[in-house]
């Protein structure tokens, strides 16, 4: 199950945009955080078109409802660095072809668009298995939100069919990433770094990969079970 997220939305024509986007390529959960207007706003209800369903039909959830998805994939305008770990992005057709290898039926996945005016911090950044960033000019890289997230669901849409092909392997959740974090931090404990930034970077760095990996509940049983063995020595 893929659900769109959007931080604190402002404006309801971006509002009604986005649902009119997210109808054009076939989704239809959409959760809002922390919204500045109503669900019910005339304008976004105009705008969205024959989208009005998918407005009618989003829910309204805490910041710490961000916690209850197996995947969580934010977007950025900002482009990261070699030395800016936590905003390390992959192209949107880059997350379509992660994500067509998994099953969606029984995964949760958050697509997290930020505020028109500011994105996400750094915290909320930090928060997700993956970044996403549109490829754009560098005078001018940032897009309106309907429009980045337009982008996003057609390449998603190209390479994600209804029926997922892989649907009898069953993907690791949420939990399962968590146990996964959970003994690298045992181990990262144990291991002598020459400062606590390096330490925590490490930390950073292997959410990402696992994040990044999609892996089956097998993969990431097998996963546990050697990290459960390196923290015990």
Known sequence: MIEILLMEIEKPEN????ARVM????????AL????????????????????????????????GMKKYDYLIGTTAVLGTDY???????????????????????????ILIGREGSGLTNEEIAGCNILVTIPSSRKYGTLNVSHALAIVLYELSKKISIENSLS???????????????????????TEFTTEEKKDTQKKVWKRIFGKAFLSKREAFAVMGLLRKLAKK
């Open 15 to 18: 509002l009604g945009s986005i």
């Open 23 to 30: 109808k054009n390529f076939g989704f239809n959960r959409l």
């Open 33 to 64: 955080i922390g919204p500045k207007i109503q669900k019910t706003d005339e304008k976004a209800a105009i705008v969205s078109k024959h989208a009005k369903d998918i407005l009618k039909k989003s829910k309204i959830i805490k910041k710490t």
């Open 84 to 110: 800016n770990i936590p905003r390390n992005s992959i192209s949107p057709e880059q997350l379509a072809q992660m994500l067509s290898g998994i099953n969606h039926k029984k995964s949760k996945i958050g």
């Open 168 to 190: 009898h392997i069953a993907p690791a959740s949420g939990k399962d990433l968590e146990v996964i974090e959970m003994y690298m931090d045992d181990i990262l404990k144990n």
